[in-house]
T-cell receptor, first 116, second 114 residues
Framework: AQKVTQAQTEISVVEKEDVTLDCVYETRDTTYYLFWYKQPPSGELVFLIRRNSFDEQNEISGRYSWNFQKSTSSFNFTITASQVVDSAVYFCALRAIIQGAQKLVFGQGTRLTINP | DTEVTQTPKHLVMGMTNKKSLKCEQHMGHRAMYWYKQKAKKPPELMFVYSYEKLSINESVPSRFSPECPNSSLLNLHLHALQPEDSALYLC?????????????FGPGTRLTVL
């Protein structure tokens, strides 16, 4: 069975600090896909990144970076020089295929608060 | 245009009412999804439509009835709901259901059942 664990329920930091959100996944699939989504207070989930299991290169997009490590089944997300606008709930998700259709298995989410 | 729209934004209904939620996308996506999200919880998948056919029903009670009139529209018909059905209902779409394409989400409808 697929499972995603985000052990950090809430994180609070001061603006400009770096912060890392942890994500640990479980799957028996040899090919799998991981996602990160951001959910600001407005409610809409915003897609941030998709990573497949055969590409272990880390990725950087501006202040965001992702560290994918198959050996530890982790896909961690780091925000550098955090800003107040980064305050949101962040979800890590794993793709599962059921009856030929895609389903996202979400972690419980990490609520990130950036204080000015 | 990577936008999924949902109407209404907010809905308050009684347990005997019938109402509908609407979702629309114009990205040419062929898979559409309904999720339910309770406060401080992750989204829970309810239904998946792939090429306008229902492909996943996650054992959702029959008081929720999905409909996909065409590839751009997805409706969720509500009837005889319970107060515990109050939640944020999110619609999403993706290029194709069987592939690992990212899902794009709408802003959601906040539903309150009295």
């Amino acid at each position: 069975a697929q499972k995603v664990t985000q052990a950090q329920t809430e994180i609070s930091v001061v603006e400009k600090e770096d912060v890392t959100l942890d994500c640990v996944y479980e799957t028996r699939d040899t090919t799998y896909y991981l996602f990160w989504y951001k959910q600001p207070p407005s409610g809409e989930l915003v897609f941030l990144i998709r990573r497949n299991s055969f590409d272990e290169q880390n990725e950087i997009s501006g202040r965001y970076s992702w560290n994918f490590q198959k050996s530890t089944s982790s896909f961690n997300f780091t925000i550098t020089a955090s800003q107040v606008v980064d305050s949101a709930v962040y979800f890590c998700a794993l793709r599962a295929i059921i009856q030929g259709a895609q389903k996202l298995v979400f972690g419980q989410g990490t609520r990130l608060t950036i204080n000015p | 245009d990577t936008e999924v729209t949902q109407t209404p934004k907010h809905l308050v209904m009684g347990m005997t009412n019938k109402k509908s939620l609407k979702c629309e996308q114009h990205m040419g996506h062929r898979a559409m999804y309904w999720y339910k999200q309770k406060a401080k919880k992750p989204p829970e998948l309810m239904f998946v439509y792939s090429y306008e056919k229902l492909s996943i029903n996650e054992s959702v009670p029959s008081r929720f009835s999905p409909e996909c009139p065409n590839s751009s529209l997805l409706n969720l018909h509500l009837h005889a709901l319970q107060p515990e059905d109050s939640a944020l209902y999110l619609c999403a779409s993706s290029q194709a259901s069987g592939r690992a394409h990212e899902q794009f989400f709408g802003p959601g409808t906040r539903l309150t059942v009295l």
